[in-house]
């Protein structure tokens, strides 16, 4: 892949390179690699019981990630608890660049 050219649809990042090896030839029928869209990050965290009414309605979050240096801001709102028994808020970002799955971070409500 270092010696190719990859261009795209969508903004992201190599999920699956297909079984890709030097010498292959790609037509446009094939679909040898996906890209994991960067647009479609779902950002989740979980509260305690006792922050249930500060997510009464859609708030204002600020998340802060390890080697990401800006705070990210998005709008975060309460889904209804999973079978699991935890209150889970799905956040959507304004701006999702640098984040990749499973990343861990901090947030905090905007006032």
């Known amino acids: 892949m270092d010696q190719a050219t990859l261009y795209s649809p969508v903004d992201g990042w190599l999920n699956d390179l ?3 090896i030097p ?3 790609i037509t446009p029928a094939n679909n040898t690699v996906h890209v994991m ?3 479609m990050i779902k950002t989740v965290f ?5 922050d249930l009414l500060l997510f009464k309605d ?3 979050v600020s998340l802060e990630f390890a080697g990401i240096p800006d705070k990210l801001i998005g709008t975060a709102k309460l889904v209804p608890f999973g079978k699991d028994g935890t209150f889970k ?3 959507v970002l304004i701006a ?3 984040l990749l799955p499973s990343m861990k971070g901090e947030v905090s409500l905007v006032d």
Do not use: F, K, M, W
């Open 89 to 91: 808020v799905y956040a």
């Open 46 to 50: 979980i509260i305690p019981q006792s």
């Open 23 to 25: 010498g292959i030839n």
């Open 18 to 20: 297909g079984g890709l």
């Open 58 to 60: 859609t708030r204002e």
């Open 37 to 39: 869209n960067s647009d």
């Open 96 to 98: 999702t660049t640098g």
